[in-house]
């Protein structure tokens, strides 16, 4: 398993402010991913964020409005840029852990609550 | 992409076994199908996962018939902690374990 942190836990925000949220792992993974859970729904994938190469945006989402940096193999950032309170949700980040016969485990973080007002 | 569906909702009682099951019409060769459960304002929990068959462990039982267009995760005797959204979700193997999320299983567990 993995087990990840995640920084701030919860932050409110002024309209058009910027935020960055960390995502730190207890061990070296490849693949990482950000997600997005609105209020009362699902989650949404943002992007994949893998170390050495640029973020992959899921259709929705571009890279001007929520940059996201893998500087080494145990961390991430995800940065929501000029906000609005459309963009109040919770943030998460998840990491693939590879396991026996090849098989992929995503694991989350607790996430990162945010309010726009 | 393979895309799973799930009841929305379900009702328990404590003590009860509790069976959710997913369809994936969609799914590929080389994924596989794995559970989550998600609590309010918390990342989602992995369960369990598999690719065929019945896998076992401390927490549930995921079955998964041959042709693997459905399976089901079984809770045994359930309690009022187990009240959680359950997500049924495909592996995506090819795409470094990727998964996308469906709306889930809203299960309560009445007393």
């Known amino acids: 398993s993995a087990v990840i942190s995640q920084k701030p836990s919860r932050d409110i925000c002024q309209r058009g402010t910027s935020l960055t949220i960390q995502c730190q792992v207890d061990?070296?993974?490849?693949?990482m991913f950000w997600y997005r859970q609105q209020p009362g729904q699902s989650l949404t994938l943002i992007a994949t964020?893998?170390?050495?190469?640029?973020?992959?945006?899921e259709s929705g989402f571009v890279i001007d409005k929520f940059p996201i940096s893998r500087p080494n193999l145990t961390f991430s950032t995800l940065t929501v840029s000029n906000m609005s309170p459309e963009d109040s949700s919770i943030y998460l980040c998840?990491?693939?852990?590879?396991?026996?016969?090849?098989?992929?485990?995503?694991?989350f973080g607790p996430g990162t609550r945010l309010t726009v007002l | 992409l393979a895309k799973t569906t799930q009841p929305i909702s379900m009702d328990s009682y404590e003590g009860q076994e509790v069976n959710i099951t997913c369809s994936h019409n969609?799914?590929?060769?080389?994924?596989?199908i794995t559970w989550y459960q998600q609590f309010p304002s918390q990342g989602p929990r992995f369960i369990i996962q598999?690719?065929?068959t019945k896998v076992t462990n401390e927490v549930a039982s995921l079955f998964i018939p041959a042709d693997r267009k459905s399976s089901t995760l079984s809770l045994p005797r359930v309690s009022l902690s187990d009240t959680a959204v359950y997500y049924c979700?495909?592996?995506?193997?090819?795409?470094?374990?990727?998964?996308?999320f469906g709306q889930g299983t809203e299960l309560s567990v009445k007393p």
């Open positions: 998840s990491v693939v852990v590879r396991g026996q016969g090849a098989t992929d485990t995503q694991y």
């Open positions: 061990s070296q993974v490849t693949m």
């Open positions: 964020a893998n170390q050495g190469s640029e973020a992959t945006y």
């Open positions: 969609n799914i590929a060769t080389n994924d596989y």
């Open positions: 598999g690719y065929k």
């Open positions: 979700l495909v592996v995506l193997y090819n795409q470094g374990g990727k998964l996308i």
